[in-house]
């Protein structure tokens, strides 16, 4: 565990390297609007799944596990952004002179350029859409595409990482660790309510 929080704090505010300086250190609009509809949308069919059975059996117990893997989610990553405070890459753009390079997180007016660590948009998109083949499997109606369904909530939630990198908002561990926290919460969390 001792490592763990030596890493986190060591890459809060050191420029990013190896596979995290592949992120544009600029922003980019078009990939930032993206990534913001495809998480909007992944938590409309997550609910809409879990809602299902609230609808058609007076069932309140995939909607609460649902429910319960977008909060447990939401404060996870809230809470991880304050404590690690890591610099989104777009701080790290050498053509602006406001971006100061030593300490910047500490003198920052912006709480949002410092919440980069772990990727808000990638845990939540990730969340939703395993709570939903986690629904969808509990409702019986993934008996041979299972794996498939699974398959297509990992993409999904790659697709909205890759456009968060893309936008210069997050380096890719960033949403590598989203992806990980909120399929993990998205699979447990559900399946603790019920089998």
């Known amino acids: 565990m001792t490592w763990l929080v030596f890493v986190l704090v060591s890459m809060a505010d050191s420029r990013p390297s190896g596979l995290?300086?592949?992120s544009p250190f600029s922003e980019i609009q078009a990939p930032a609007l993206?990534?913001?509809a495809l998480v909007a949308g992944a938590g409309a069919v997550g609910l809409a799944v879990a809602a299902g059975p609230l609808w058609e059996h007076r069932d309140w117990v995939p909607l609460t596990g649902t429910a319960t893997a977008l909060a447990v989610t939401a404060s996870v990553t809230v809470a991880t952004k304050h404590w690690v405070d890591r610099r989104r890459p777009y701080t790290w753009d050498d053509t602006r002179v406001d971006y100061v390079r030593h300490d910047y997180c500490a003198s920052v007016r912006t709480r949002y350029d410092c919440e980069a660590f772990f990727s808000g948009h990638t845990?939540?998109?990730a969340v939703s859409a395993f709570a939903a083949?986690?629904?969808?499997?509990?409702q019986g109606k993934l008996e041979r595409g299972l794996g498939l369904a699974y398959g297509l909530a990992g993409t999904?939630?790659?697709a909205v990482g890759g456009l968060r990198v893309a936008a210069g908002?997050?380096?890719i561990s960033?949403?590598?660790v989203g992806a990980a926290v909120g399929a993990l919460v998205g699979t447990?969390?559900?399946r603790w309510f019920g089998p």
Do not use: C, I, N, Q
């Open 20 to 22: 995290d300086s592949v």
């Open 34 to 36: 993206a990534s913001d």
């Open 123 to 125: 845990s939540m998109t």
């Open 133 to 138: 083949v986690e629904g969808l499997r509990r």
């Open 156 to 158: 999904y939630t790659l």
């Open 169 to 171: 908002k997050h380096h």
């Open 174 to 176: 960033d949403v590598a």
């Open 188 to 190: 447990l969390v559900p």
